[in-house]
């Protein structure tokens, strides 16, 4: 994420005018929040002018009874500005609080539709931060910050009229130290924003360390290295509180020479002002005036040291909600479809001469070509990190291939609508996601009926787990899939592959973490079900691998050696190689491992 650089913080603002985009469809709200903004000022104008009343009128005409009504009418008054402030408070809280909804529900919206790449990217705990306290960030800078500094300018305007008006000589005193407090304020600006950048960066470094460390706390202690972890915590606590400390420093000493100006200006007015109240030729009255007036706008000046922080906050959360919202979406098809759509035979995968690479010319797929017919099973085998997977990522178009095309059904996965190309096939991967909810929900995703994930968990052989677990069906699965072993999530895994009923089954490495026998057990029931399904599976062991139609080697991003086992064992290359090392591996072992298993 791009750096805070707070100097163009005052500059271009393009992020608030965008924010109110959000606030469209609440302007009667906006404008009757408006309304009682007007009215609070202009009570909070009256108040002090009533004083003014009581002394220079009231207590000049020693009528004690005048006084006591004039009393009255300034606590009517006062009660009245708190009233309308709350009922202000109150709607701009509402307002900014369905606003910000709304800005929340079109950034999950937007997440859900982006290319796969952006989750790559961004991991899950930094779009959170965007969804929740990001958003929250921007909330809190509107309502509470950016409309109440608006209502502040306009008080200020009003008081500065009124005091003019009352007498240009004394406004003049009182307005007069007005550019020592904008030099005062930019200086704070200029040294302060840095600092609170610098406090944000180190709160998220010291966040992110204690994420990714509580996770990993039972290997740290398994490892006996959380001595280790906690010194580095310790310093990264150390750093974020020097920095909150340098920050701080400049808060203070902003608010603190704000006070002291304010001193200054106060007595200034009094040494004026009281000079001229003696020769009279200024009213007691007015000068009280002046002084609340005065204390008044130095109000928003000292909150301005904490509103700087809210704003800045604001402008990094939003720079990086739109940066978030920007990412241009998935486009649902690539090609126009051929005119007259030229489906070939359901259930057939082909690469023609695709070269694929995620950057540049780091070409990870070089020319791979290869037919899967309708029905039948192949297996992906070869060294890691050669480009098995990237296979099946340009099948389910989380990429595109830059050469060749990659055709599923006899068509062009370009011209394909995203969603019904991924509703052909079943996909299980090695590391399985389980979802808060229940075993229901987990195997069908929020679609069809119970039935659906039964007959799903019986076809691979697992309706036993559903039988075994407390409430069937209806056990909650907790978050990470507490309660289920590896190779149960495995099983839940194939059961939400299967309730789809895809015409293709993807595998990747979906059984290398299972325990032999239950791989032993999953790929008997997969077995059943590939017979009536294409299949494209991607194993290491080589039990997996010896039921497939086919093999591909894949070494390099190139397909090396295809052809059947028999056929691959004969030609005596790679695959031969790979079998006769696993077989002496695994030699004295195979009745060991079943037994086990
Ligand atoms: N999202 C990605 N961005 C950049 N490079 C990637 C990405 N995924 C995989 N790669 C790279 O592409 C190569 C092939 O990866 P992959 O297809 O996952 O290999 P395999 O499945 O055969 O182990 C590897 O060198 C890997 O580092
Ligand atoms: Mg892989």
Redesign the pocket.
């Known amino acids: 994420m791009e750096p805070d650089s707070p100097d163009e913080s005052f500059e271009k603002r393009p992020w608030i005018g965008r924010t109110l985009r959000y606030f469209r469809p609440f302007i009667p709200h906006v404008v009757l929040a408006g309304v009682l903004l007007a009215a609070s000022s202009t009570l909070a104008l009256v108040g002090p002018l009533v004083l003014q009343h009581a002394i220079d009128v009231d207590v000049a005409a020693r009528d004690v009874n005048a006084l006591a009504h004039t009393a009255e009418f300034y606590v009517v008054v006062l009660v009245l500005l708190v009233l309308v402030t709350l009922a202000q408070r109150a709607l701009l809280n509402k307002v900014g609080f369905a606003a910000m909804a709304n800005l929340r529900s079109s950034l999950l919206e937007s997440i859900v539709h982006k290319p796969v790449?952006t989750f790559?990217e961004q991991p899950a705990g930094k779009l959170m931060t965007r969804v929740m306290s990001d958003v929250d960030a921007l909330r809190q800078f509107m309502t509470e910050t950016f409309l109440v500094l608006v209502g502040d300018v306009i008080l200020f305007f009003a008081m500065a009229a009124v005091m003019i008006r009352m007498d240009l000589q004394l406004a003049l005193v009182a307005l007069g130290l007005l550019p020592l407090l904008g030099i005062g304020f930019t200086i704070f600006q200029r040294t302060a924003g840095p600092r609170f950048a610098k406090t944000r960066a180190k709160n998220a470094e010291l966040v992110g360390f204690l994420a990714e460390h509580l996770r990993a706390m039972p290997v740290l202690q398994a490892l006996d290295r959380t001595a280790w972890a906690r010194e580095r915590c310790r310093r990264l606590g150390q750093e974020r509180y020097d920095s909150d400390r340098a920050a701080e420093r400049v808060v203070i000493s902003y608010f603190n020479s704000i006070t002291l100006t304010e001193a200054v200006g106060t007595a200034l007015i009094l040494v004026v002002g009281g000079a001229r109240c003696a020769h009279g030729t200024l009213t007691v009255g007015t000068l009280v005036l002046f002084f609340e007036y005065v204390r008044r706008y130095y109000e928003p000046v000292h909150r301005l040291s904490d509103q700087l922080n809210v704003l800045e906050k604001a402008r990094a959360a939003a720079v990086r909600i739109y940066a978030l919202l920007d990412v241009a979406p998935e486009p649902d098809v690539l090609l126009p479809a051929a005119a007259e759509p030229a489906r070939g035979p359901l259930g057939e995968i082909r690469f023609e001469d695709v070269s694929f690479a995620?950057?540049g010319e780091?070409w990870?797929l070089r020319g791979v070509s290869f037919t899967v017919p309708p029905g039948a099973r192949y297996a992906l085998v070869?060294?890691?990190?050669?480009?098995?997977?990237?296979?099946l990522?340009l099948l389910l178009r989380f990429?595109v291939a830059q050469k060749g095309r990659v055709l599923v059904d006899g068509e062009d996965v370009r011209t394909i609508p995203l969603e019904n190309l991924r509703s052909r096939f079943g996909l299980v991967l090695q590391d399985v996601r389980l979802f808060p909810g229940s075993l229901k929900e987990n195997v069908l995703l929020g679609e069809g009926l119970d039935e659906r994930a039964l007959k799903a968990l019986e076809t691979i052989g697992a309706l036993d787990l559903a039988l075994r677990l407390p409430d069937g069906l209806a056990t909650q699965l907790g978050d990470g899939g507490d309660g289920l072993s590896f190779g149960e999530r495995q099983l839940v895994a194939c059961a939400r592959a299967l309730a789809r009923e895809p015409r293709i089954l993807l595998l990747?490495e979906a059984t290398s973490s299972v325990d032999p026998a239950t791989e032993a057990r999953l790929h008997a029931a997969l077995e059943e079900v590939m017979r009536t399904r294409t299949s494209l599976t991607?194993a290491h062991r080589l039990a997996t691998v010896r039921s497939a139609d086919r093999i591909l080697y894949?070494e390099r991003?190139e397909i090396r050696e295809e052809g059947s086992r028999l056929e691959l064992l004969a030609l005596d290359g790679r695959y031969a190689a790979l079998e006769r090392l696993q077989t002496f591996e695994h030699a004295p072992l195979p009745e060991a491992s079943v037994v086990h298993g």
């Open positions: 790449t790559d995620y950057r780091d990870v070869g060294p890691t990190g050669h480009g098995k997977s990237t296979i990522s990429h990747d991607i894949v991003g």
